[in-house]
């Protein structure tokens, strides 16, 4: 099942938390999410799973950025969450959605556990202007049904910023 707005307001504190929290940015059944001002794109190809991928930093100016089609743009989420006893999972907004932006790829699927900033894998299917603090996901938790093991990965959780890829971390 997953929770209503409301449940998500009872739980904020104890099995739910996002900092920072806006009222404002609650729905009926999830919570928008907004963009930080920092990118990452990778500079060196082709990627290779079985090492660091290099990586440079973008910052997003106030009067936007334009994302081009064919590029991966790695972004966050400016709202750290906290999340215990339930799945958090993430989804776009439908008006980023109808704009030809994705915001993830494979990883809108959050584990039990799972504390930190959420990595955004975002593409478009043709050019459009961002603007860091758009409220551009939203995040909606579903409970879990028998005994719970919270996710304890070093890979991503805590994070403190933009994850690129650590698959490599797996062949070690």
Same mark, same amino acid.
């Given at each position: 099942?997953?929770?209503?707005? #409301?449940?998500?307001? #009872?739980?904020? %504190?104890?099995?739910?938390?996002?900092?920072?929290?806006?009222? #404002?940015?609650?729905?009926?059944?999830?919570?928008?999410?907004?963009?930080?001002?920092?990118?990452?794109?990778?500079?060196?190809?082709?990627?290779?799973? =079985?090492? @660091?991928? @290099?990586?440079? =930093?973008?910052?997003? @100016?106030? !009067? %936007?950025?334009?994302?081009?089609?064919?590029?991966?743009?790695?972004?966050?989420?400016?709202?750290?969450?906290?999340?215990?006893?339930?799945?958090?999972?993430?989804?776009?907004?439908?008006?980023?959605?109808?704009?030809?932006?994705?915001?993830?790829?494979?990883?809108?699927?959050?584990?039990?556990?799972? #504390?930190?900033?959420?990595?955004?894998?975002?593409?478009?299917?043709? @050019?459009?202007?961002?603007?860091?603090?758009?409220?551009?996901?939203?995040?909606?938790?579903?409970?879990?049904?028998? *005994?719970?093991?919270?996710?304890?990965?070093? =890979?991503?959780?805590?994070?403190?910023?933009? *994850?690129?890829?650590?698959?490599?971390?797996?062949? !070690?």
């Amino acid at each position: 099942m997953i929770l209503t707005g #409301k449940e998500i307001l #009872k739980r904020l %504190g104890n099995d739910i938390k996002i900092e920072p929290y806006d009222a #404002k940015l609650l729905n009926p059944n999830s919570y928008n999410l907004c963009l930080h001002e920092e990118l990452l794109v990778y500079t060196n190809f082709p990627l290779d799973m =079985k090492q @660091p991928n @290099p990586t440079e =930093k973008i910052i997003i @100016p106030n !009067e %936007g950025f334009l994302l081009e089609p064919g590029r991966l743009y790695l972004g966050r989420t400016i709202e750290f969450t906290e999340t215990h006893n339930l799945v958090p999972m993430l989804e776009g907004r439908s008006s980023i959605g109808r704009l030809g932006m994705f915001v993830h790829i494979t990883a809108g699927f959050g584990d039990v556990g799972f #504390k930190g900033f959420w990595t955004l894998e975002i593409q478009v299917i043709h @050019p459009l202007r961002v603007y860091a603090g758009v409220q551009i996901c939203q995040i909606f938790y579903h409970t879990v049904e028998g *005994q719970i093991e919270e996710y304890k990965s070093g =890979k991503y959780q805590a994070n403190q910023g933009i *994850q690129p890829s650590l698959l490599y971390k797996d062949f !070690e």
